[in-house]
């Protein structure tokens, strides 16, 4: 909910207009009309992560940073005057990335909420010096926080002052995570998604919405008082007799299945897609599948493929190359941030390496 006085300052994470949207409430509480406010222009200012957006009206300087700070300040009335104070505001925002996050969360919870901030969809991509204490040892659990903090909203995209507000809430989220959260990477869109060892293969919340039948239309799953799944079609609420029969469903166009769960849910899992061995090409495509997979959840370069990814497989067991091909992949991540980083235990950086990439491998 935009809040229409401006006193919670812009939304998050934040954009021109909802910094302007900030400005002209308080403006407005001001009684002064929006035809007023007008954009203080700094190079640079608005592209930057650390940066944000300057608006002015009257004898007052807004400054909105994408870090989730917000001043109201007096108009030093000539331009040199607004661009320093637009320039000190940057840099402490550069400085100190992350003020909005209350100081007593930990490391992990901090970086997920940094993730919000940037609007990027893994804490693995938030820049490293946005997410001090969170190297790869702490990356699963950061991102496991991160799942959690999309789940609870209706929508799965909290601001970070939302979010902040959940943790306060939600005492376990507020704990250090464990190093091995139940998460994997979507097997469709390769965001975080919930992990078990009974159904390895479940997509994320935003992909699970778009689970469609047979027929095309958008279906939900749901376990009935015999505990079988019964599945409705969306639009009208009538049961989808294929689906509930069977479960085949379809997500993004990719084969799927709704299955119910023991402790009373549904998931829906991805099929997966086989690879035959004997196609040398398709094997390379899985191969660098994988290493862009690794670069994605780890956010570090990808090791060069080994030279017997090329095959030939004569064996024709697709499955089994492909996983030998995962664990070296790890081994050559986890060694080089190894070496970079001598305090970090490299068995730690291996399990998380691996449980990034797959919770099986680990
Ligand atoms: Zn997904
Ligand atoms: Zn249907």
Same mark, same amino acid.
């Given at each position: 909910? $935009?809040?229409?006085?401006?006193?919670?300052? $812009?939304?998050?994470?934040? @954009?021109?207009?909802?910094?302007?949207?900030? /400005?002209?409430?308080?403006?407005?509480?001001?009684?002064?009309?929006?035809?007023?406010?007008?954009?203080?222009?700094?190079?640079?200012?608005?592209?930057?992560? *650390?940066?944000?957006?300057?608006?002015?009206?009257?004898?007052?300087?807004?400054?909105?940073?994408?870090?989730?700070?917000?001043?109201?300040?007096?108009?030093?009335?000539?331009?040199?005057?607004?661009?320093?104070?637009?320039?000190?505001?940057?840099?402490?925002?550069?400085?100190?990335?992350?003020?909005?996050?209350?100081?007593?969360?930990?490391?992990?919870?901090?970086?997920?909420? &940094?993730?919000?901030?940037?609007?990027?969809?893994?804490?693995?991509?938030?820049?490293?010096?946005?997410?001090?204490?969170?190297?790869?040892?702490?990356?699963?659990?950061?991102?496991?926080?991160?799942?959690?903090?999309?789940?609870?909203?209706?929508?799965?995209?909290?601001?970070?002052?939302?979010?902040?507000?959940?943790?306060?809430?939600?005492?376990?989220?507020?704990?250090?995570?464990?190093?091995?959260?139940?998460?994997?990477?979507?097997?469709?869109?390769?965001?975080? *998604?919930?992990?078990?060892?009974?159904?390895?293969?479940?997509?994320?919340?935003?992909?699970?919405?778009? @689970?469609?039948?047979?027929?095309?239309?958008?279906?939900?799953?749901?376990?009935?008082? #015999?505990?079988?799944?019964?599945?409705?079609?969306?639009?009208? #609420?009538?049961?989808?007799?294929?689906? @509930?029969?069977?479960?085949?469903?379809?997500?993004?166009?990719?084969?799927?299945?709704?299955? *119910?769960?023991?402790?009373?849910?549904?998931?829906?899992? &991805?099929?997966?897609?086989?690879?035959?061995?004997?196609?040398?090409? +398709?094997?390379?495509?899985?191969?660098?599948?994988?290493?862009?997979?690794?670069?994605?959840?780890?956010?570090?370069?990808?090791?060069?493929?080994?030279?017997?990814?090329?095959? $030939?497989?004569?064996?024709?067991?697709?499955?089994?190359?492909?996983?030998?091909?995962?664990?070296?992949?790890?081994?050559?991540?986890?060694?080089?941030?190894?070496?970079?980083?001598? @305090? +970090?235990?490299?068995? /730690?950086?291996?399990?998380?390496?691996?449980?990034?990439?797959?919770?099986?491998?680990?």
């Amino acid at each position: 909910m $935009p809040d229409p006085t401006g006193t919670a300052g $812009p939304e998050q994470p934040l @954009t021109r207009g909802g910094a302007r949207a900030w /400005a002209v409430a308080v403006a407005a509480r001001r009684g002064v009309d929006a035809s007023e406010v007008s954009e203080v222009v700094v190079d640079g200012y608005a592209d930057d992560p *650390a940066g944000g957006y300057a608006f002015r009206f009257g004898r007052l300087l807004l400054v909105a940073g994408r870090d989730g700070s917000h001043a109201v300040r007096v108009d030093p009335g000539d331009e040199p005057g607004r661009r320093d104070v637009v320039l000190r505001a940057w840099e402490r925002s550069a400085r100190d990335p992350v003020p909005v996050p209350p100081r007593h969360l930990g490391a992990h919870q901090r970086a997920a909420l &940094a993730a919000l901030r940037l609007g990027v969809r893994r804490v693995a991509a938030v820049p490293v010096q946005q997410r001090p204490g969170v190297g790869l040892v702490e990356l699963p659990g950061a991102e496991w926080i991160l799942m959690m903090l999309r789940q609870f909203h209706p929508l799965g995209a909290p601001t970070v002052l939302q979010a902040a507000a959940h943790l306060e809430e939600a005492e376990a989220l507020r704990r250090v995570p464990a190093p091995d959260p139940p998460i994997h990477p979507c097997p469709v869109c390769r965001g975080v *998604a919930p992990w078990s060892r009974a159904h390895p293969r479940t997509v994320c919340r935003d992909c699970a919405r778009t @689970t469609r039948c047979d027929h095309g239309r958008l279906v939900e799953g749901r376990v009935d008082a #015999g505990a079988t799944l019964v599945a409705t079609h969306q639009d009208d #609420g009538s049961t989808c007799e294929d689906t @509930t029969a069977g479960g085949a469903v379809s997500v993004a166009a990719w084969p799927a299945v709704l299955t *119910a769960t023991r402790s009373g849910g549904v998931v829906v899992q &991805a099929s997966p897609r086989p690879v035959n061995a004997a196609d040398d090409l +398709a094997m390379l495509a899985a191969a660098r599948d994988l290493t862009e997979l690794l670069t994605e959840v780890t956010g570090l370069a990808a090791p060069p493929l080994p030279a017997w990814t090329a095959g $030939p497989f004569d064996d024709g067991d697709a499955e089994e190359h492909l996983w030998r091909l995962a664990e070296h992949l790890v081994d050559e991540v986890a060694d080089a941030w190894s070496a970079d980083h001598r @305090t +970090a235990d490299p068995d /730690a950086v291996r399990r998380a390496v691996a449980h990034l990439l797959d919770p099986s491998l680990a």
